[in-house]
């Protein structure tokens, strides 16, 4: 937070090189009854680079909240990794010890969560709580964390960072709460920020402002960022790469333009079709039309079905859907698809 | 024809803080006036705080106006007695964005669905029941749902569930505040199907409050935007997405998404 001009030049090298995150063959499961596991996670595999923005999007039950928790240790008790690795900065997070995970957790990897509410104290001044993330992670005396904090809070506040600092969680806006849990997530200069749908709670004209928060965030401390969404028109203008989970697994990863725009797996196709087009309002004829939607629902992940998830609700399945799954195929150099219509 | 609602000049006003604090008013909406007529949708949006769900709480008689009428049926129902206003409440029924706290958790979809027709007393059992079970059909919902709870259902289930509690008392105007909001794009659009049914086959007027302009354009005949507590334009949808004349309405129009899906592959249009 301090010299970004430095981070700066040493996460670009560092970026050319390696990838900041690494995950490999994930496998996450809940135990829901002694010997009886329901899979969330199914062999998930991607990479995040230093200074890049991920979107991953999926609907509700994709398993994309676990996917977060699974990545900062901070699985449900019933939750179990079951196999893969999570390389960050050359380290296996699986394998660290509690007590290096949470030196790890806030301080290189940062959460923000849909909520601001509930992840706010609400009786202590947003300040403090702005500090206790400083206190908690690097030891220095309270005149030097106080100065951190007005500094971090000045960057995102900058006509009234007094005033900010100074107030109870319920004097403030949504949107203002949000860059609260924007500041105690990059207060200690991390490498790499999830947020977990964090946009969700507002309106369209404050998710926006947030939005361009995180663009701010990567452009000038090179801040990589993962952000977990069911909003497809959100990654359209920030993301760099977008992951599409389904049933969790990826249905597709690549770049944002051809997810969304030249989408191959048929799960994402059909999402989009969903929304209503921007151009609907401009001609009246089109109001009122029938949406296309997907049939059916995605539900019961514990089923022990062979083949593709999302088989039964797709309109391109043949043959081979039923009896396997299909495996990661490589369409371009950037955009991989899991899906038998692209060769298996 | 005939508006259904009609509202006129409409002020509410909170006093915002508690003890010593006190004193200081806050219009949450300011002269309000517009109306409805029986059978389309009028879409209220605009940003969070400007007012649309004290106006939908005023309409739908929870709140209290300060001031103004809301004509409805032929009578003035802000001035209405606590009493007389139980006539007028079924007639006007709310949708709230979070299905799953809008419902109990101990009772099963039939006895959700059913409950309000509790409160009228004529109903025989036999009657009942097979009300339930064709309210639940109305939207969408299979007979297995009937004796779900809230929690074993799908977001989209419990939306359609509340929808057809709304629907049991056969409302005239039905207020949906933020109905869409947090289901999944797919869900979305499962529901604002339904609410299109819904509308033609049983003549039902919408009010639609949110802000997802682009819902609004899909959904509505008519658009008024809010701003700081007062309707700042309406229109039909194409004419204020074409020709905003309110910075309100070119803020909101700045949010929209772009459209992010090339022509071959959008569903709507």
Same mark, same amino acid.
């Given at each position: 937070?301090?010299?970004?001009?430095?981070?700066?030049?040493?996460?670009?090298?560092?970026?050319?090189?390696?990838?900041?995150?690494?995950?490999?063959?994930?496998?996450?499961?809940?135990?829901?009854?002694?010997?009886?596991?329901?899979?969330?996670?199914?062999?998930?595999?991607?990479?995040?680079?230093?200074?890049?923005?991920?979107?991953?999007?999926?609907?509700?039950?994709?398993?994309?909240?676990?996917?977060? *928790?699974?990545?900062?240790?901070?699985?449900? *008790?019933?939750?179990?990794?079951?196999?893969?690795?999570?390389?960050?900065?050359?380290?296996?997070?699986?394998?660290?010890?509690?007590?290096?995970?949470?030196?790890?957790?806030?301080?290189?990897?940062?959460?923000?969560?849909?909520?601001?509410?509930?992840?706010?104290?609400?009786?202590?001044? $947003?300040?403090?709580?702005?500090?206790?993330?400083?206190?908690?992670?690097?030891?220095?005396?309270?005149?030097?964390?106080?100065?951190?904090?007005?500094?971090?809070?000045?960057?995102?506040?900058?006509?009234?960072?007094?005033?900010?600092?100074?107030?109870?969680?319920?004097?403030?806006?949504?949107?203002?709460?949000?860059?609260?849990?924007?500041?105690?997530?990059?207060? !200690?200069?991390?490498?790499? $920020?999830? @947020?977990?749908?964090?946009?969700?709670?507002?309106?369209?004209?404050?998710?926006?402002?947030?939005?361009?928060?995180?663009?701010?965030? %990567?452009?000038?401390?090179?801040?990589?960022?993962?952000?977990?969404?069911?909003?497809?028109?959100?990654?359209?203008?920030?993301?760099?790469?977008?992951?599409?989970?389904?049933?969790?697994? $990826?249905?597709?990863?690549?770049?944002?333009?051809?997810?969304?725009?030249?989408?191959?797996?048929?799960?994402?196709?059909?999402?989009?079709? !969903?929304?209503?087009?921007?151009?609907?309002?401009?001609?009246?004829?089109?109001?009122?039309?029938?949406?296309?939607?997907?049939?059916?629902?995605?539900?019961?992940?514990?089923?022990?079905?062979?083949?593709?998830?999302?088989?039964? %609700? !797709?309109?391109?399945?043949?043959?081979?859907? %039923?009896?396997?799954?299909?495996?990661?195929?490589?369409?371009?150099?950037?955009? $991989?698809?899991?899906?038998?219509?692209? @060769?298996? | 024809?005939?508006?259904?609602?009609?509202?006129?000049?409409?002020?509410?006003?909170?006093?915002?803080?508690?003890?010593?604090?006190?004193?200081?008013?806050?219009?949450?909406?300011?002269?309000?006036?517009?109306?409805?007529?029986?059978?389309?949708?009028?879409?209220?949006?605009?940003?969070?705080?400007?007012?649309?769900?004290?106006?939908?709480?005023?309409?739908?008689?929870?709140?209290?106006?300060?001031?103004?009428?809301?004509?409805?049926?032929?009578? =003035?129902?802000?001035?209405?007695?606590?009493?007389?206003?139980?006539?007028?409440?079924?007639?006007?029924?709310?949708?709230?964005?979070?299905?799953?706290?809008?419902?109990?958790?101990?009772?099963?979809?039939?006895?959700?669905?059913?409950?309000?027709?509790?409160?009228?007393?004529?109903?025989?059992?036999?009657?009942? +029941?097979?009300?339930?079970?064709?309210?639940?059909?109305?939207?969408?919902?299979?007979?297995?749902?009937?004796?779900?709870?809230?929690?074993?259902?799908?977001?989209?289930?419990?939306? +359609?569930?509340?929808?057809?509690?709304?629907?049991?008392?056969?409302?005239?105007?039905? #207020?949906?505040? /933020?109905?869409?909001?947090?289901? =999944?794009?797919?869900?979305?659009?499962?529901?604002?199907?339904?609410?299109?049914?819904?509308?033609?086959?049983?003549?039902?007027?919408?009010?639609?409050?949110?802000? =997802?302009?682009?819902?609004?354009?899909?959904?509505? =005949?008519? #658009?008024?935007?809010?701003?700081?507590?007062?309707?700042? /334009?309406?229109?039909?949808?194409?004419?204020?997405?074409?020709?905003?004349?309110?910075?309100?309405?070119?803020?909101?129009?700045?949010?929209?998404?772009?459209?992010?899906?090339?022509?071959?592959?959008?569903?709507?249009?």
């Amino acid at each position: 937070m301090t010299n970004p001009v430095v981070d700066r030049a040493a996460l670009q090298l560092h970026s050319l090189m390696t990838s900041l995150l690494e995950v490999r063959n994930l496998d996450v499961a809940y135990l829901l009854r002694a010997s009886v596991a329901s899979s969330a996670i199914v062999n998930v595999s991607f990479d995040v680079k230093a200074g890049e923005i991920l979107g991953v999007l999926g609907e509700s039950g994709s398993g994309k909240s676990t996917l977060a *928790a699974s990545m900062l240790g901070l699985l449900p *008790a019933n939750g179990k990794i079951q196999r893969g690795s999570i390389l960050f900065e050359g380290r296996d997070l699986l394998q660290a010890e509690p007590r290096e995970l949470q030196s790890i957790r806030g301080r290189r990897i940062a959460l923000i969560n849909q909520e601001p509410l509930l992840a706010l104290h609400p009786t202590m001044r $947003v300040g403090d709580q702005v500090e206790e993330v400083f206190a908690a992670h690097q030891y220095v005396d309270k005149k030097s964390r106080r100065e951190r904090v007005r500094q971090v809070l000045a960057g995102l506040f900058p006509t009234e960072t007094e005033r900010i600092s100074s107030s109870y969680p319920h004097q403030l806006s949504g949107g203002e709460r949000q860059r609260i849990l924007i500041a105690q997530a990059i207060a !200690c200069g991390p490498a790499l $920020v999830i @947020g977990d749908e964090p946009t969700a709670s507002l309106d369209p004209t404050t998710q926006r402002e947030i939005l361009s928060v995180f663009e701010g965030l %990567r452009r000038d401390f090179g801040v990589a960022i993962v952000l977990i969404t069911h909003n497809p028109s959100l990654l359209a203008a920030l993301a760099d790469r977008v992951l599409v989970l389904y049933a969790g697994r $990826v249905a597709e990863i690549g770049p944002t333009e051809s997810v969304l725009s030249d989408s191959l797996h048929p799960y994402t196709r059909s999402l989009l079709r !969903c929304l209503p087009s921007p151009r609907c309002g401009t001609n009246a004829a089109n109001r009122k039309i029938k949406l296309p939607s997907i049939a059916g629902d995605l539900h019961s992940l514990g089923l022990l079905s062979l083949g593709c998830r999302f088989e039964p %609700r !797709c309109t391109d399945r043949f043959e081979p859907c %039923r009896t396997r799954e299909p495996v990661e195929v490589w369409a371009t150099d950037e955009h $991989v698809v899991s899906c038998f219509k692209y @060769g298996s | 024809m005939q508006p259904l609602i009609q509202v006129e000049s409409l002020r509410k006003l909170y006093r915002s803080g508690k003890g010593l604090n006190s004193g200081h008013v806050v219009p949450a909406i300011n002269e309000v006036s517009f109306s409805i007529a029986p059978g389309i949708t009028l879409a209220l949006v605009g940003e969070s705080g400007s007012g649309k769900t004290t106006l939908a709480l005023c309409l739908a008689c929870f709140e209290r106006p300060t001031s103004g009428r809301i004509w409805f049926g032929g009578r =003035d129902i802000a001035a209405l007695e606590e009493k007389q206003l139980r006539v007028v409440r079924p007639q006007i029924q709310l949708v709230f964005q979070d299905p799953a706290s809008s419902l109990n958790p101990r009772l099963t979809a039939h006895e959700i669905v059913t409950e309000p027709l509790l409160l009228q007393r004529n109903w025989q059992e036999r009657q009942m +029941r097979e009300r339930g079970f064709a309210l639940l059909e109305r939207v969408g919902l299979s007979r297995e749902v009937a004796t779900c709870r809230a929690r074993e259902l799908s977001g989209g289930q419990r939306q +359609r569930l509340v929808i057809a509690r709304a629907l049991s008392l056969e409302p005239k105007l039905l #207020i949906l505040d /933020e109905a869409l909001s947090a289901l =999944d794009c797919s869900t979305q659009a499962q529901i604002a199907n339904l609410l299109v049914e819904l509308q033609t086959s049983s003549a039902l007027t919408f009010l639609f409050i949110t802000h =997802d302009l682009v819902m609004a354009a899909h959904l509505a =005949d008519e #658009i008024a935007v809010m701003n700081r507590g007062q309707i700042v /334009e309406q229109g039909v949808p194409e004419k204020l997405l074409a020709s905003p004349q309110h910075e309100a309405t070119r803020s909101l129009i700045a949010g929209m998404p772009r459209a992010i899906v090339r022509p071959h592959m959008s569903g709507a249009c």
